[in-house]
């Protein structure tokens, strides 16, 4: 994975010290050290010298600074083992035994949606887990948008995913991707900037200007037993210590009407 600062080559060449590190993330904040060492309540000569080398910062200090630039979880551990300190926080595969006080309840809220479809993604939005009633959601796309690993943004905007089984179009992803991308400038998260340049040739050119008719982007997923009209939901996990769960989104596809509830129940009987 390319680190969050690749591109970042008018200031640095990569940062790989704690004060390149700690320049890079204080400019991508736009904060000046004088705002940084005032809102941190450090000596500004200080950060300074711990910016340009002259002095080795504490494990605390690090952490104190990672704090008030809200640093990913991931760049923390970065920043604490460029200055030579074990990592903050866990950073194991999802599937790892580490992970499984995590997985074991997922799991279980996943099953719970039954017959809802839901799913997980990682922070790339690559599939990791989903329920039985989630291969509604890929039952009929083009089978090149199957292979692993799969990518439920990738489904939801290629011609050949979901909207050749629903009525779906990229237009409706327009507002998911937007928040994207602002998180990826946020978190200065290059792969993920990388994964949405590539789907941008597959929006809309030009924005739906007309009013909204209704409060959600709902969606009608073609079944065997008729459509089914769904909108989505995407939740986190609240207060994550590790890295892997920080970047997970729950996506859950909730009927709007009875029917399409009844319609699911009755396709999760058949499964």
Known sequence: MRPPYADFVTV???PQTVGEMLRFW?????????ELALDAEVS???LSFVETGRAQPSRQLLVHLSNHLDLPL????????????APRYL????HSDAMLPLREPLRQL???????PALIVDGLWNLIDANAAASLLWDGVDPELLKPPMNMLRLALHPGGLPSISSMTAACSVPLIHQLKRKSRDTADQPLADLLEQLEPYLPDNPVTGPSQ???VTLDLQTRLGPVRLFTLIATIGAPLEVTAANLAIETFLPTDPTSSERLRALAQTQ
């Open 91 to 94: 950073d194991e595969p999802y």
């Open 110 to 116: 996943l099953d719970a949606h039954l017959p809802n």
């Open 12 to 14: 640095l060449e990569e």
């Open 26 to 34: 204080r400019m991508h904040r736009k904060l000046s050290q004088l």
């Open 214 to 216: 209704q409060p959600m």
């Open 74 to 85: 991931a760049e923390q551990n970065r920043l604490l083992l460029a200055g030579g300190f």
């Open 44 to 46: 500004t000569k200080h």
